[in-house]
């Protein structure tokens, strides 16, 4: 198992490496100056020349990539342009609206789409079956922020039981922070739920086909025994799989969803960043966003271990 986990870690380096080169050389493939661009239309030749000393870009590009590099193992993954604050301070300070959206939302997908899944392949070809199918056709087809429109206005606007827009620290209360976070949590939760129910259904239904199960049947244990404690537990891998894949592309949700309900994450610091032209902050971001996926991909692999024994070997 150890040597299994430290396989994966070193497996891990090369695509890091590979993320850091492309995340250096977006500055450089831009179309048109990054000088020009970040000093201004007004600005004069020698204001351009300034900035580009000041970013280091007179340096030959193979000198610029090994300073980042360095940089990076270090932890600095530089500073703001506009704001003059090292990156990693601004991301410390959007990271808990993030952090708290994502968690939310992964616990609303999975606390009602595995057992949607279960039900939908315990009731397959049947009216509930079609109905939990139909809602996850829904779901993929509907965008997150029509969806986040929608829900601010019935329960915003209409019943004025949420806030509109806005987010509140976890330090005020955690009732203040459900409430801000209820509806982006669900508009954003509704497509990964729509996407873990249906490949919860499609696994279990394979499963439910074996022997072991109408044997479980004959010999006279219960209904939820056999969907709980037998199919369930041996249809996870590909359920965890899906999981995963969506923890990793909440990172894209984020951003619309944020940006939707106004909350000061790193989704919205993203897009301010793009707006603005601010490449520290976009490369710093793109390298947080990477590892994380990477990360997640990781666990990912260890998780299937304690599923199915075999992979072990």
Sequence with gaps: ?????????????????????????LLHLTPG?????????????????GVRRRLGLDLPIWE???????????GDLGTSIFSNLPVTTLVAQRLEPTVVLAVSTL????????????????KARTMVDRMVMGFSVLGFAVPVFLV???LIYFFSIELRWLPVQGYRPLSQGLDQTFRSVVLPAIALGTTYMALIARITRASMLEVLSEDYIRTAHAKGVTTKSVLLRHALKNAAVPIVTVIGLGMAALISGVVITETVFNIPGLGRLTVDAILKRDYPIIQGLIIIFAGTKVLINLMIDISYTFFDPRIRY
């Excluded at 100056?33 to 020349?49: N, V």
């Design 107 to 122: 616990l609303v997908a999975v606390v009602c789409a595995i057992p949607l899944g279960v039900v939908a392949a315990w």
């Design 148 to 150: 986040g429109y929608v």
């Design 64 to 74: 610029q990539f090994v300073i980042y590099a360095w940089n990076l193992l270090r």
């Design 1 to 25: 198992m150890t040597a299994y986990i430290i396989r994966r870690l070193f497996a891990t380096i090369p695509v890091m490496v590979v993320v850091a080169l492309f995340v250096f050389l």
């Design 33 to 49: 100056d990054p000088a020009a661009i970040i000093a201004g239309d007004d600005a004069t030749p020698a204001e351009i020349e």
